[in-house]
């Protein structure tokens, strides 16, 4: 007997939310499609895991109450439920938790830093320059760009903070161009508040799931793509394997939410161009280490606590005064975040860790008291906080690949300038690899 054969309009490998965005668009669009997931449970780097009674994020916890990602759930039908933060974060600066809600941020925060009003001044006007005016350039950093209006440290500081805790990387490493643009593009949509799905991310994976079966669609687990066929230049099928076995799929479109290096595996490198080669080879995963904390009594009274001029910690999200559904009755659970002072350089994981739950015991008030480490988490490699981190000299990678046919999406391609990360980079990097399948191919 030979292999199996299915037809599909349209194959999706991988169900993080560039795949399911993909997938729930064309699904409501009326492409028949089939997403195939390696692992036992959907959503990837936004799925939600059960541990000793608590539940902690593969990745995602908050989400923005506007803009692309979800304006795709209301597209498509699928329910978005987020709880917004309604209250403000406090701040730690100087040893001491300050209050800003009344006050004009950041410049009330700025104060803090440094005394000089000349000094701050100063560098509003090469702030107001690249938000007005023109980006920086992408060869230089945040750093870089930033002392050319001022030299004070705590100043820079304060901005390397605001970059390392959304982008994950510092003032010195960070793109100058892409911390701007980021701030402009995708990140914007963060400006209209934060949100967090009470019983766990994967409540909204789950929803977009639930859209592509009801228009049709396939999404298997358990089910990995073991090769992307190619003829000619021309993607034209993929070879699946569940525990049955293989099976061949013949579609119009591949779209691999795998990450770039992975489709290239998948495809063949023969396939792809040295230049392409060479662009996702400079490509930087980048690292984070999440702490989850367990207290039988809140151990901050608002939900975020920002941190600076700490070993590591950046921000300390005490997620039980949004969401108790996820500790159980009489619990709470916290997550705290720090990356590594470079992305690039070498690091040791477990320096880092203990940095982290150094400053945790230091900065958060009855932390030692109450405080309980739960669970340690290392994001980085194949399982990145970011798959291209934006630093000095990132260019991004396009969502169309050399070979027709074939796209990316998620966190590994951007729209050049425009951050790839997150829940608002990766619906964008589907929806524009939708608009072009659209453009291409009609249902059928
Ligand atoms: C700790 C952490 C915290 C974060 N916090 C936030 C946050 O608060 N807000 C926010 O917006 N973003 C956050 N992010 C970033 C966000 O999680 C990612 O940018 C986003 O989830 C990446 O999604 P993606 O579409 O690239 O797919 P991924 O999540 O990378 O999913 C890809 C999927 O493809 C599957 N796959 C791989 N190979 C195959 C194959 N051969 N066959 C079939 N399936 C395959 C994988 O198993 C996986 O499920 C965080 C990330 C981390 C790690």
């Not at 060869?139 to 050319?148: A, H, M, P, V």
């Not at 799905?197 to 073991?226: H, N, Y």
């Not at 151990?299 to 996820?326: A, G, M, N, Q, W």
Request: with cysteine.
């Amino acid at each position: 007997m030979g292999q199996k054969q299915e037809k599909y309009d349209v194959v999706v490998l991988g169900s993080g939310i560039g795949g399911l965005c993909t997938a729930a668009l064309l699904a409501n669009k009326g492409y028949k499609i089939l997403v195939t997931e390696k692992l036992p449970i959907i959503g990837g780097r936004c799925a939600t895991l059960k541990y000793k009674g608590f539940k902690i994020p593969t990745g995602v916890l908050g989400v923005p109450m506007a803009g692309t990602f979800k304006s795709i759930f209301e597209e498509v039908g699928a329910e978005f439920n987020v709880t917004p933060m309604t209250v403000p974060p406090k701040h730690r600066i100087d040893n001491e938790i300050i209050d800003m809600s009344k006050s004009n941020q950041p410049d009330a925060i700025l104060s803090r830093f440094c005394g000089d009003e000349k000094e701050i001044e100063a560098l509003k006007k090469g702030i107001n320059r690249a938000q007005t005016w023109n980006f920086p350039s992408n060869e230089i950093s945040l750093k870089d760009y930033l002392n050319q209006y001022t030299r004070d440290e705590k100043l820079i500081e304060y901005y390397s903070n605001l970059s390392d805790r959304i982008l994950s990387t510092r003032a010195h490493e960070i793109s100058a161009r892409e911390y701007f643009q980021s701030f402009a593009g995708s990140i914007k949509d963060f400006q209209s508040g934060v949100g967090f799905a009470p019983e766990g991310s994967m409540a909204l994976m789950k929803a977009l799931k639930k859209v592509i079966e009801e228009k049709g669609g396939k999404v298997l687990t358990q089910c990995r793509a073991k090769k992307i066929l190619v003829k000619e230049g021309i993607a034209e099928g993929v070879v699946i394997e569940d525990k049955k076995g293989e099976t061949t799929v013949r579609t119009s479109a591949v779209v691999s939410n795998a990450g770039p290096k992975k489709t290239v595996a998948l495809a063949g490198k023969e396939y792809f161009d040295k230049g392409y080669l060479r662009e996702l080879k400079n490509m930087v995963p980048s690292l984070q280490i999440w702490v989850s904390t367990i207290s039988d009594r809140p151990l901050f009274d608002v939900p975020l606590l920002y941190t600076y001029e700490t070993r590591r910690l950046v921000s300390f999200v005490s997620i039980s005064h949004v969401c108790p559904k996820l500790a159980p009755a009489g619990k709470y659970i916290h997550y705290s975040i720090s990356s590594p002072v470079s992305q690039t350089a070498p690091r040791n994981l477990r320096n880092e860790v203990n940095m982290h739950i150094q400053d945790l015991k230091d900065s958060v008030p009855d932390f030692n008291k109450y405080g309980q480490v739960l669970h340690v988490g290392c994001y980085w490699g194949e399982w990145p906080t970011l798959a291209n981190a934006p630093i000095v000299g990132f260019n991004g990678i396009p969502q169309k690949t050399p070979i027709e046919n074939l796209y990316n999406v998620g966190d590994g391609v951007a729209k050049k300038g425009g951050w790839a990360g997150g829940s608002p980079g990766c619906a964008l990097s589907a929806r524009i690899v939708v608009e072009d399948i659209e453009n291409r191919f009609e249902p059928g």
